[in-house]
């Protein structure tokens, strides 16, 4: 899928099974078999509704979560099993932004304290030498060091609150940003500036994990999307083929019902039917075109 | 009792509007208000406009220079019979005798003092435990909550009654020391509950991962990011134990299976009892335990009220 | 007319002073008509759907007039509201999902609701019954616990009992916003269908999500910072909107096909003002690309052309 060596993050038959019900019984696969991968200064998308597993993947990128089956690989090391020391130097190269900017800060800290946390990380450096980071740091994601810095997180904006934290991540000069619906709360008129800052690092080499479960900014932001559901997943490619060309009834049936400005849904054209899936085993990909795979219909039962 | 739970939804603690949903509406908030409104400093402020909490506060306050002060104005040793039997309340003797001479006045601010030890005591130690096994079972999970919930559970079980009479006929209880040990020891499983399900819900909201995300340790995300957030909670917690302490003791004593050799509210009121103060009419033998009892109790509670009132701006309804 | 607002202002109590959630709002929907209202948070709009139905303990009416079929709808009085809700004044309040309680039937709690009102449950049943089939539904939905339902069920059974009593306003309260893609089009579409039964004569569905009122709504309503910016029919807000709010809005919207590296899509810089003490003039000014000296006078909400309605002296000149 693409140029070999280059890789990134490469994930491989992950899978993560909760184990449910009284004396654990029954097992819920919410991710089921999912490869893909991410080259540096590349934008993938994560695309699915509630239920598709895509924050679970977010979140076993991030070590926050061990996955059951399969291995994540980062510039060719394992990284699904790390512990403490390993895993700090992990954290060097990848981080993590989340949905709510509310729920992220502790409130009874100033919001410049995850500013702060990250200075573990640089025990070497000296107070001037950090507080010129940070104010660096703040400049990249147009942030206005005087309005930000001292301020408890109830005085900022949401916008505000996701770029100072999109600004920690800079602090340690990451590879690699995994960022779990990062917009969707906050307002649409500052939406597209937080995108479009992601747009602005990722062509300076930063790679971008972008989950979401809106089509119109997954199509806007990224270069390559995959599409999930149940944990599965049913199309992956790029971006413009995946959404040029959609193949898979789901992936049709979601483009189909997102709201468009200047078009009205189609009343007459039925949508697409999805038959039901649950099942365990996931369908195996197919390579319709170059560069874009499709889940073999009628398999997933 | 699962091996691994799934994730769960971020649930609203106290103080806090909800967090939107999955797949996200902009961030709920009261129009043009701070969503997350700063507890210190608004604390006092609000605080002193509750009424609830105020008068709590007050009587709480009154009885405890009562059991500060009160042994200081009488030269009566509580136990001790120094004077005519039965006798109302005089100049003299300002809450009367008892039916064996002994200064009512002396025994019940000994009383009060007794409960207040009792009640810091065995409500401190069962915070201590209730909010460690708490933290550790909430934060952890896994195997470690299945373990500490089944202690929880059983000791939640144990009739405390029935542990103490054993205790009391085998051990010699002769100290509030003791007795508030044991109290302790006992009453800690629902503080442990509560704790745990607020650090399960706390342990969801994104700060923790992010703690996590710049490698602070599990012990030092637990001290510096949790507990500070359940600061209010802790605290009325603690309140709750106090009181509670304070009527389980007040029940042994009562019931006889506390310390014999001291003065305590509940044994007052068992010794009034006994002696049948109640068809004898001296009313101020049984009255003053009783109602010191109340007071105390009751201002905890309502001050506890009043205190949930300010840290969750919710309840304070016009 | 169906629905008459004049000059509406409503302040919410909160920690620090009166919170100026709307402030002079005017407007009317007709017979059958879909409104949207539309705005980012904390600009007024959710106050101004609870407002109608005085569903907040925290609102303070104080001031101005709302017309329901020619009846003044008493907003300033909680208990005399309560004859008229459910009746004539109905909502699908934000969280949806959760409106049922846990505990109990489905079933059980519309009984609740409806006996509240003093309709016997019994004869409306049957009507209950038909409106849950034709949304997809069965009957043995009433007796099962809210959590064995998925959301967009959820949803839809909180729609049906909500305007059971075929109510002549419905105000529904961000109801898509916590739904996936796919329930949110079925939730749509089932808004246009119960207009277009008459369950409900008129609705306003507030939201954030433009998209979905330009498939939905008649008309849009924008709202900026406790004030009204622009109303006007969806296509025209859509296509030819006069706002500079507005157009700065909707050309932030991403749609599916417009990629970063082709069309940069630019934001509104700034945030709207703080509502406990918002600025004298036009709430937008701060922010808007065409603020010129006029714009310290607050701009009237006047009708520039035939249904369209705007707040700004550049638009209107």
Same mark, same amino acid.
């Given at each position: 899928?693409?140029?070999?060596?280059r890789?990134?993050?490469?994930?491989?038959?992950?899978?993560?099974?909760?184990?449910?019900?009284?004396?654990?019984?029954?097992?819920?696969?919410?991710?089921?078999?999912?490869?893909?991968?991410?080259?540096?200064?590349?934008?993938?998308?994560?695309?699915?509704?509630?239920?598709?597993?895509?924050?679970?993947?977010?979140?076993?990128?991030?070590?926050?979560?061990?996955?059951?089956?399969?291995?994540?690989?980062?510039?060719?090391?394992?990284?699904?099993?790390?512990?403490?020391?390993?895993?700090?130097?992990?954290?060097a190269?990848?981080?993590?932004?989340?949905?709510?900017?509310?729920?992220?800060?502790?409130?009874?800290?100033?919001a410049?304290?995850?500013?702060?946390?990250?200075?573990?990380?640089?025990?070497?450096?000296?107070?001037?030498?950090?507080?010129?980071?940070?104010?660096?740091?703040?400049?990249?994601?147009?942030?206005?060091?005087?309005?930000?810095?001292?301020?408890?997180?109830?005085?900022?904006?949401?916008?505000?609150?996701?770029?100072?934290?999109?600004?920690?991540?800079?602090?340690?000069?990451?590879?690699?940003?995994?960022?779990d619906?990062?917009?969707?709360?906050?307002?649409?008129?500052?939406?597209?500036?937080?995108?479009?800052?992601?747009?602005?690092?990722?062509?300076?080499?930063?790679?971008?994990?972008?989950?979401?479960?809106?089509?119109?900014?997954?199509?806007?932001?990224?270069?390559?999307?995959?599409?999930?559901?149940?944990?599965?997943?049913?199309?992956?490619?790029?971006?413009?083929?995946?959404?040029?060309?959609?193949?898979?009834?789901?992936t049709?049936?979601?483009?189909?019902?997102?709201?468009?400005?200047?078009?009205?849904?189609?009343?007459?054209?039925?949508?697409?039917?999805?038959?039901?899936?649950?099942?365990?085993?996931?369908?195996?990909?197919?390579?319709?075109?170059?560069?874009?795979?499709?889940?073999?219909?009628?398999?997933?039962? | 009792?699962?091996?691994?739970e799934?994730p769960?939804?971020?649930?609203?603690?106290?103080?806090?509007?909800?967090?939107?949903?999955?797949?996200?509406?902009?961030?709920l908030?009261?129009?043009?208000?701070?969503?997350?409104?700063?507890?210190?400093?608004?604390?006092?402020?609000?605080?002193?406009?509750?009424?609830?909490?105020?008068?709590?506060?007050t009587?709480?306050?009154?009885?405890?220079?009562?059991?500060?002060?009160?042994?200081l104005?009488?030269?009566?040793?509580?136990?001790?019979?120094?004077?005519?039997?039965?006798?109302?309340?005089?100049?003299?003797?300002?809450?009367?005798?008892?039916?064996?001479?002994?200064?009512?006045?002396?025994?019940?601010?000994?009383?009060?003092?007794?409960?207040?030890?009792?009640?810091? %005591?065995?409500? $401190?130690? *069962?915070?201590?435990l @209730? !909010?460690?096994?708490? &933290?550790?079972?909430?934060?952890?999970?896994?195997? =470690?909550?299945?373990?500490?919930?089944?202690?929880?559970?059983?000791?939640?079980?144990?009739?405390?009654?029935?542990?103490l009479?054993?205790?009391?006929?085998?051990?010699?209880?002769?100290?509030?020391?003791?007795?508030?040990?044991?109290?302790?020891?006992?009453?800690?499983?629902?503080?442990?509950?509560?704790?745990r399900?607020?650090?399960?819900?706390?342990?969801?909201?994104?700060?923790?991962?992010?703690?996590?995300?710049?490698?602070?340790?599990?012990?030092?995300?637990?001290?510096?990011?949790?507990?500070?957030?359940?600061?209010?909670?802790?605290?009325?917690?603690?309140? %709750?134990?106090? $009181?509670? *302490?304070i009527?389980? @003791? !007040?029940?042994?004593? &009562?019931?006889?299976?506390?310390?014999?050799?001291? =003065?305590?509210?509940?044994?007052?009121?068992?010794?009034?009892?006994?002696?049948?103060a109640?068809?004898?009419?001296?009313?101020?033998?049984?009255?003053?335990?009783?109602?010191?009892?109340?007071?105390?109790?009751?201002?905890?509670?309502?001050?506890n009220?009043?205190?949930?009132?300010?840290?969750?701006?919710?309840?304070?309804?016009? | 007319?169906?629905?008459?607002?004049?000059?509406?202002?409503?302040?919410?109590?909160?920690?620090?002073?009166?919170?100026?959630?709307?402030?002079g709002?005017?407007?009317?929907?007709?017979?059958?008509?879909?409104?949207?209202?539309?705005?980012?948070?904390?600009?007024?709009?959710?106050?101004?759907?609870?407002?109608?139905?005085?569903?907040?303990?925290?609102?303070?009416?104080?001031?101005?007039?709302?017309?329901?079929?020619?009846?003044?709808?008493?907003?300033?009085?909680?208990?005399?509201?309560?004859?008229?809700?459910?009746?004539?004044?109905?909502?699908?309040?934000?969280?949806?999902?959760?409106?049922?309680?846990?505990?109990?039937?489905?079933?059980?709690?519309?009984?609740?609701?409806?006996?509240?009102?003093?309709?016997?449950?019994?004869?409306?049943?049957?009507?209950?019954?038909?409106?849950?089939?034709?949304?997809?539904?069965?009957?043995?939905?009433?007796?099962?616990?809210?959590?064995?339902?998925?959301?967009?069920?959820?949803?839809?059974?909180?729609?049906?009992?909500?305007?059971?009593?075929?109510?002549?306003?419905?105000?529904?309260?961000?109801?898509?916003?916590?739904?996936?893609?796919?329930?949110?089009?079925?939730?749509?579409?089932?808004?246009?269908?119960?207009?277009?039964?008459?369950?409900?004569?008129?609705?306003?569905?507030?939201?954030?999500?433009?998209?979905?009122?330009?498939?939905?709504?008649?008309?849009?309503?924008?709202?900026?910072?406790?004030?009204?910016?622009?109303?006007?029919?969806?296509?025209?807000?859509?296509?030819?909107?006069?706002?500079?709010?507005?157009?700065?809005?909707?050309?932030?919207?991403?749609?599916?096909?417009v990629?970063?590296?082709?069309?940069?899509?630019?934001?509104?810089p700034?945030?709207?003002?703080?509502?406990?003490?918002?600025?004298?003039?036009?709430?937008?000014?701060?922010?808007?690309?065409?603020?010129?000296?006029?714009?310290?006078?607050?701009?009237?909400?006047?009708?520039?052309?035939?249904?369209?309605?705007?707040?700004?002296?550049?638009?209107?000149?």
């Open positions: 899928m693409l140029e070999g060596g890789l990134m993050l490469a994930l491989d038959g992950v899978s993560k099974v909760y184990k449910v019900g009284t004396f654990g019984g029954k097992r819920l696969r919410a991710v089921n078999d999912v490869s893909f991968q991410v080259a540096p200064g590349e934008v993938v998308s994560l695309i699915g509704e509630s239920g598709s597993g895509k924050s679970t993947i977010g979140r076993m990128v991030l070590g926050l979560s061990r996955a059951t089956e399969g291995t994540i690989s980062f510039e060719g090391q394992d990284v699904s099993r790390l512990e403490r020391r390993r895993l700090h130097a992990y954290y190269d990848v981080q993590g932004v989340f949905q709510d900017p509310f729920s992220s800060y502790n409130p009874i800290f100033k410049d304290r995850v500013l702060a946390l990250v200075k573990g990380f640089f025990p070497e450096i000296g107070r001037s030498e950090w507080d010129e980071k940070v104010e660096n740091a703040l400049n990249a994601v147009r942030l206005e060091p005087g309005a930000c810095l001292g301020k408890y997180p109830h005085q900022l904006s949401g916008g505000q609150l996701q770029r100072m934290l999109i600004a920690r991540a800079l602090l340690l000069d990451i590879k690699l940003l995994v960022a619906e990062i917009i969707s709360m906050l307002d649409a008129s500052t939406r597209i500036d937080v995108l479009n800052l992601l747009g602005d690092l990722k062509e300076r080499g930063l790679g971008v994990l972008f989950i979401t479960h809106d089509l119109s900014l997954g199509n806007y932001i990224s270069d390559r999307a995959v599409i999930l559901r149940h944990g599965m997943i049913v199309e992956a490619g790029a971006t413009s083929k995946v959404f040029g060309n959609p193949v898979h009834p789901y049709r049936m979601l483009l189909t019902s997102v709201p468009q400005l200047h078009t009205k849904w189609d009343a007459t054209r039925p949508r697409p039917v999805v038959e039901q899936t649950s099942g365990e085993t996931a369908a195996h990909l197919v390579e319709v075109e170059p560069d874009h795979l499709v889940a073999a219909v009628g398999e997933t039962s | 009792m699962s091996v691994s799934p769960q939804p971020g649930v609203a603690v106290a103080g806090e509007t909800v967090s939107g949903p999955a797949t996200g509406a902009p961030a908030s009261e129009p043009g208000v701070p969503v997350a409104p700063h507890v210190h400093s608004e604390f006092l402020h609000f605080a002193l406009r509750n009424w609830k909490f105020v008068a709590g506060a009587i709480v306050l009154a009885c405890l220079l009562v059991a500060l002060v009160g042994p104005l009488t030269a009566n040793a509580p136990l001790a019979f120094t004077g005519p039997t039965d006798q109302p309340p005089s100049s003299e003797y300002w809450f009367g005798t008892t039916s064996y001479g002994q200064d009512v006045y002396s025994q019940f601010v000994y009383g009060l003092r007794a409960a207040f030890l009792v009640g810091s %005591l065995g409500g $401190g130690i *069962a915070w201590v @209730g !909010a460690g096994v708490g &933290f550790t079972a909430g934060y952890r999970g896994g195997w =470690i909550d299945d373990v500490l919930n089944m202690l929880t559970n059983v000791v939640l079980v144990i009739p405390t009654l029935a542990i009479i054993i205790v009391a006929a085998y051990l010699q209880v002769q100290s509030y020391w003791a007795e508030a040990v044991i109290i302790g020891l006992t009453s800690w499983p629902w503080a442990a509950r509560a704790v399900s607020q650090t399960f819900s706390l342990k969801t909201r994104e700060f923790v991962d992010l703690a996590r995300l710049s490698g602070r340790s599990t012990r030092q995300i637990l001290t510096t990011e949790l507990a500070p957030n359940m600061s209010s909670y802790l605290l009325m917690m603690f309140i %709750l134990l106090f $009181g509670g *302490a009527l389980i @003791g !007040a029940s042994l004593d &009562f019931l006889g299976l506390g310390p014999s050799e001291s =003065i305590s509210l509940g044994l007052m009121m068992n010794n009034a009892f006994l002696a049948s109640l068809l004898l009419g001296s009313w101020w033998w049984f009255l003053p335990p009783g109602l010191g009892i109340v007071a105390l109790v009751g201002g905890l509670y309502v001050m009220v009043g205190l949930d009132e300010v840290f969750n701006p919710k309840l304070r309804e016009t | 007319m169906s629905l008459r607002v004049d000059d509406l202002t409503v302040y919410y109590r909160s920690l620090r002073g009166d919170v100026k959630a709307v402030d709002a005017t407007f009317s929907i007709e017979d059958g008509e879909i409104m949207g209202l539309a705005g980012e948070s904390g600009c007024g709009k959710s106050s101004l759907g609870k407002s109608l139905i005085r569903m907040d303990a925290r609102m303070k009416h104080v001031g101005g007039r709302v017309e329901l079929d020619g009846r003044e709808l008493p907003i300033a009085d909680d208990r005399k509201m309560n004859e008229f809700r459910f009746r004539d004044v109905s909502i699908v309040p934000q969280y949806s999902m959760s409106a049922l309680t846990p505990t109990r039937k489905v079933g059980t709690v519309a009984r609740e609701l409806l006996e509240s009102r003093d309709v016997p449950f019994d004869t409306v049943k049957a009507e209950l019954v038909r409106r849950l089939t034709l949304v997809g539904l069965s009957e043995a939905v009433l007796e099962r616990y809210p959590i064995e339902l998925s959301g967009g069920m959820k949803q839809r059974t909180v729609m049906v009992i909500s305007t059971l009593l075929d109510p002549s306003l419905l105000i529904a309260d961000e109801i898509t916003s916590a739904l996936d893609v796919s329930s949110q089009r079925a939730v749509g579409e089932l808004l246009v269908e119960f207009r277009d039964r008459g369950f409900v004569k008129s609705m306003i569905v507030i939201t954030h999500d433009l998209a979905i009122l330009y498939q939905v709504a008649d008309t849009i309503l924008v709202m900026y910072a406790g004030k009204l910016a622009e109303k006007a029919p969806a296509e025209t807000i859509v296509g030819a909107p006069r706002h500079p709010y507005t157009r700065l809005l909707i050309s932030s919207l991403p749609e599916v096909g990629r970063f590296d082709e069309t940069r899509l630019a934001g509104i700034g945030k709207p003002p703080s509502l406990l003490s918002p600025p004298a003039g036009c709430r937008f000014r701060d922010r808007c690309p065409l603020a010129f000296a006029k714009c310290e006078e607050e701009p009237p909400f006047v009708e520039i052309e035939p249904g369209h309605e705007v707040a700004c002296w550049k638009a209107a000149a």
